[in-house]
């Protein structure tokens, strides 16, 4: 028996368990007999018994709660529900703890946005972007980013149809960006990169850096490529100091190798950070598509894309680039969802926002952050250099990012050789509240050891200032404590002598044995 659509109705317990009585607003029965697989799904649940007590009292002062005073549930689901301003505070308690974005030197993700856009966010965090046909102003917001970027990174020309609209998509980040590009040369036959050798089981070859030059040099590449070499790998702005690698000194050369021995090597360029950076101070650069090898270009827009972290993009030269059979059509939706990325659901929200950001900035307005941002690194450089104690660490044109190590064979003005190093440096600074990362170059010059600042839209000239000030009264203090470094430990306990040292001495009448 059928009700009408346009009345609602609620379902009300029956007598007989194997019958639901449906009433309508209009007080009208309707008894339907529950077949064996209706039962099996749903006769546990026609009369659910509410448990009010398990949410406990919603008068409760917040701090009043028996959650507050008792240990938080941690690795077992809990019993019991709470209320949500409990359970919402309980969870700030825990972030509280954590330290503040905004100083945190080693991050190249945003950390600030207009109020305007975090309402968007939050106005879009529910919208699953991959159902394009019950979202397409969203898809339509995703393809504008796409073809915006594809004319910053000067991709060849198209039509204006949607047919012939430059290839490219939105995913997480640059690392989903980067597997992609690399997924594509190679079903055409030409680090997120140790995921992607080890998910898709490539052989990754890494050309080891130096460490005046922490970068590949492109005379290292007919090294390393082969027959079998898909394509190359550049790094348009290096994690460890911000460097540009010359991408248009490696289309050369791999157009020379592909001349030379018949291949077919294209390149694939890693602008994570620099793809925002490079079109608004270096215009002149050739990174992208002006170069004719040049196969893909990504970027992560939660970087210098001013956006919130989960969103990248990636753009190929053309739809040649890409095979067929990377691109995945599923229809459960409801309509055709073709799916060109490594996952498939995913909120709107981080594209909506990036769109924001290009109709918010404009050009005008990237390249005056941008420019603003180099400014302040240089500034920030100066103020390290001014210390004494520090050398830069590569040069070139670059990211608004300092990379610094401390000066060897370094001596206090009383002229005691200092044994701290900059991991010492790292530990210091968080008593300042500053997050300034310590780490070692990769292979080939591991035992470097370096800092580095990354200057990101809300490090302000005056923050910088503070940072400065700060590292020097961190400096003063390490020049006047005596700190063991671990080399400094080994070489004291190397050599040690312990004939040099009483075995015992006496107080008194007793022999005690002393201790080293």
Known sequence: MLASTSQ????????????VCLQTHKSRRLSVKMSDKMQERFGA???????????GSAEEPLFGSRYTSHDMPKYEFPKKSMQPAVAAQLVRNMHQLDANPRLDMASFVTTWMDPEATALIAETQAVNIVDTSQYPQCTEMEQRCIQMLAGLWNAPES???????RLGTSTIGSSEAC?????SALHCSQVCWEKFNQYFEVEGRYVPVEVDYPV???????????????????????TYNGQYEDVKAFNDKVAELNKKNGWDMRIHVDAASGGFVAPFVYPELEFDFRLPLVNSVSASGHKYGLVYPGVGWIIWRNRSCVDESLIFHVNYLGTDQPSLNL???KNANMIVAQYYQFLRLGFEGYKKIMT?????SAHLAKGIL?????????????????????????????????SYDEFDIMDRMKEFHWQLPAYNLPKNAEKQKMLRCVVREDLSYEMATDLINDMNKCIEWLDHHFIYSEEKVKSLRHNYRPKDHPKHHHIGNKKHQSVC
């Open 8 to 19: 609602s109705f609620r379902i009300l317990p029956a007598h007989n368990p194997r019958q």
């Open 45 to 55: 649940f026609m009369d659910p018994q509410n448990d009010e007590s398990a949410y």
């Open 159 to 165: 039509g204006k149809t949607e047919g012939e609209q």
């Open 179 to 183: 597997m992609l590009a690399t997924e």
């Open 216 to 238: 590949m040099s492109v005379d290292r590449i007919e090294e390393y490529a082969d027959e079998n070499t898909i394509g190359v790998i550049s790094m348009f702005g290096s």
């Open 343 to 345: 996952n498939f659901s």
């Open 372 to 376: 603003n941002l180099m400014e302040v």
């Open 386 to 418: 001014a210390t004494g104690h520090f050398d830069l660490i590569g040069g070139g044109k670059g990211l608004p990012v300092v990379a610094f190590a401390l000066k060897p064979h370094r001596k206090n003005k009383d002229g005691d050789e200092l």
